[in-house]
């Protein structure tokens, strides 16, 4: 759920750099837990979980799972973490809570999630953590240099890889702790929530149940929402103040304004401290565009971004009347990411391991179709265009992507009659707060596919740390999800006396 956070807003332009070249082409924001600048705010939360009990685990995993090639029995090292410390043991069945790690390395979700330990002591449950492959230290190849370096060695980045691999190493996990009988409960946020919806889906015989935190798994081209990311940013800022909404929309052409004077890139460029000069107009609405998102889709406490960001432009006493709105915009920028000697306007675009695999996912499966749509009245309309984005990917892979192939595989095009027929034991929990909870299965669909809603509430937000603010809306909805974990629970030991199935 924690990506390494960098939310690709970018549009399709090019620069001089090519590897700007290549994240243009992806303006799908993260998928992560938790936020990416955000975090190094002068608000941010500073708790951090304690690790002692946890240990940490290699796998020797397979490269590919789906093919009996010579190539495919290479191995490599994935990452794991246990913590045993409150389980109840294989003789009482005690249940398995296993968290699915998406685009981003192990450390930053041990970091971050709190759901399993905040209930581990509960569930009397044994605690497994899995890095997923191309992230963190989970490497194929030897090194990331060589697993990154190109579509013959990324090929094998995919979300059915990622989830075969799952399923090996908790088979492994209850073998080694000699538990055949312990239910498995998996649980992921965002491209991790829709890995754990997935996993369900695909091995029901070894999950018995899925939490898929602000998992936008119908933001997908034959499934795509009526509103777009976009919308709920919009709406969000708006609501939060009226005169900020109407400050950010009127500063694009202010923007564009100021950058077509001679010299503009380098006004703009001491407005907006830069640290770098502009190579445009777009460098600057990027970043603030990523800013605003960010803001809104980890609004939560006790920083609550976007309050803190329009309090900034509403009440800022620009000294200049005549640029008076851009010091407005500006004021915003550092109330979000602190006061610094200049402003990264590349700082989502920096090429780490992790983002650059992330990328591959989004030119290869993970297309979501996010853009500018006309309903998003704070941005300037730029709707996604397919065309580009497959021309920009395959420019940069040689490889075309799959718009359609995660709806193929995973069957979601008819989601209330697909998981009405075959699905059961998921919880589908959005914040509508959320850009992401347009793509998110808002509504029960059974008995036992439930969606859990929140109004105000943000992206992960009930699987995160769970901390002395939180308002009451957010404790009641954990422990709604509690609950219905124990009913699941429950009833499979129920069945195994039943059966009179013991260890």
């Known amino acids: ?33 938790s936020p990416n600048m955000l975090k190094n705010a002068p608000d941010a939360p500073t708790q951090k979980q304690n690790d002692s009990d946890l240990k940490m685990f290699y796998f020797n995993q397979n490269l590919d799972h789906f093919t009996f090639t010579p190539k495919s029995y290479m191995t490599f090292q994935q990452r794991y973490a246990i913590d045993s410390k409150h389980w109840a043991g294989a003789k009482a069945n005690a249940p398995i809570l296993a968290f699915l790690g998406e685009e981003s390395s192990l450390d930053s979700d041990l970091s971050a999630i709190g759901f399993l330990r905040d209930n581990g002591p ?3 449950a044994l605690l497994v953590y899995i890095e997923h492959r191309y992230y963190g230290k989970t490497m194929p190849f030897g090194s990331a240099e060589e697993a990154l370096k190109n579509a013959s060695t990324l090929g094998y980045l995919n979300a059915a890889q990622a989830l075969a691999d799952y399923a090996a190493i908790l088979l492994h996990v209850k073998e080694k702790y000699a538990t055949k009988h312990s239910p498995i409960i998996v649980i992921g946020g965002s491209y991790g929530g829709m890995l754990a919806a997935w996993f369900r889906l695909k091995y029901p015989h070894i999950a018995l149940g ?43 052409k202010e923007i564009d304004r100021v950058a077509a004077k001679p010299n503009g890139l380098l006004i703009l460029s001491k407005q907006f401290k830069t640290c770098a000069p502009l190579n445009g107009s777009f460098d600057i609405k990027d970043f603030l565009s990523t800013i605003y998102a960010e803001a809104v889709q980890y609004n939560r406490g006790p ?15 620009p000294p200049n009347r005549k640029n008076g709105l851009l010091d407005r ?49 704070m941005f300037p ?11 920009g990917c395959k420019a940069d892979y040689g490889v075309t992507p799959r718009p359609h192939w995660i709806t193929t595989y995973f069957g979601i095009q008819d989601v209330k009659l697909v998981l009405r027929k075959f699905g059961s034991n998921i919880i589908f929990s959005n914040g509508l707060s959320d850009p992401y909870s347009v793509g998110g299965v808002l509504e029960d669909i059974s008995d036992s596919v439930v969606a859990i809603t929140s109004t105000s509430g943000s992206h992960c937000q009930d699987i995160v740390m769970k901390t002395k603010g939180d308002p009451e809306w957010l404790v009641m909805q954990r422990e709604k999800e509690v609950k219905i974990i124990e009913s699941w629970i429950s009833t499979y030991q129920k069945d195994l006396r039943a059966l009179n199935i013991s260890i």
């Open 1 to 33: 759920m924690l990506l390494p956070f960098a939310t690709f807003l970018l549009l399709i332009f090019s620069t001089s750099s090519p590897y700007f070249i290549s994240l243009a082409h992806s303006k799908i924001p993260r998928l992560g837990v």
């Open 122 to 124: 509960h569930f009397k």
């Open 210 to 252: 899925a939490l898929a935190s602000s998992a936008p798994l119908l933001y997908f081209e034959d499934t795509r929402p009526k509103f777009g990311y976009y919308y709920i940013v919009t709406k969000v800022i708006k609501g939060t103040s009226e005169r900020c909404y109407n400050m950010i929309r009127k500063s694009w």
């Open 303 to 317: 920083s609550y971004w976007v309050t803190n960001l329009c309090n900034a432009i509403d009440n800022m006493n």
């Open 329 to 377: 915009i500006f004021a915003g920028v550092v109330a979000l990411l602190g006061n610094q000697s200049c402003y990264d306007t590349n700082m989502f675009v920096h090429p780490t391991n992790d983002n650059k695999a992330w990328i591959w996912q989004t030119c290869s499966e993970i297309v979501m179709p996010v853009g500018y749509d006309k309903q998003d009245t």
């Open 381 to 391: 309309t730029t709707p996604f265009n397919m065309t580009s984005y497959i021309e």
